[in-house]
């Protein structure tokens, strides 16, 4: 071999290292590339499923603030019968004493002596979970 077949074969070799290194780049710039459009893809999938439970959490917090607010508007209106009824009884009671008749041998005024003990009772377990609720779900 002479010098100049020497020298192309020596500046051969060199070329070609450097060409090595480049591939190299080029491989791991296409292996990152890789795992970054799989992790887009892997965060866009995330975000949905996300939204979709932040959605859920949203239309059920909606749903529930309604649910509360009949509620206690189903509350105010037992409370307002109650009320009524327990004025109904105050008269039929007075009207009963003036004509001698025992309230306790009038079905009806037993019965609705109960219904107003019941009303209340009810009033009473409901009307804090009705309150506490519309004041957590306002956040």
């Known amino acids: 071999m002479n ?5 192309q074969s020596v500046l051969r070799k060199l070329s070609a290292e ?6 190299s780049n080029i491989n ?3 292996q990152f590339t890789k795992q970054i459009m799989s992790q887009t893809s892997n965060v866009e999938d995330s975000h949905k499923v996300a939204q979709n439970k932040v959605d859920l959490i949203k239309k059920a917090k909606q749903d529930a603030k309604q649910d ?3 509620l206690a508007r189903t509350i ?6 109650i009320e009524r009824l327990d004025g109904a009884m ?10 001698g008749v025992n309230i306790k041998d009038v079905r009806e005024a037993v019965v609705a002596e109960k219904a107003i003990a019941l009303g209340k009772d009810t009033i009473a377990k409901y009307s804090r979970f009705a309150d506490d ?3 957590s779900l306002i956040g």
């Open 3 to 7: 010098k100049e077949q020497s020298i």
């Open 18 to 23: 450097p060409m090595k290194v480049e591939l």
């Open 28 to 30: 791991e710039l296409a």
């Open 68 to 70: 509360v607010s009949d």
């Open 76 to 81: 105010s209106n037992l409370d307002a019968n």
């Open 90 to 99: 105050m008269a039929f009671k007075r009207n009963a004493q003036e004509l």
């Open 133 to 135: 609720m519309s004041k």
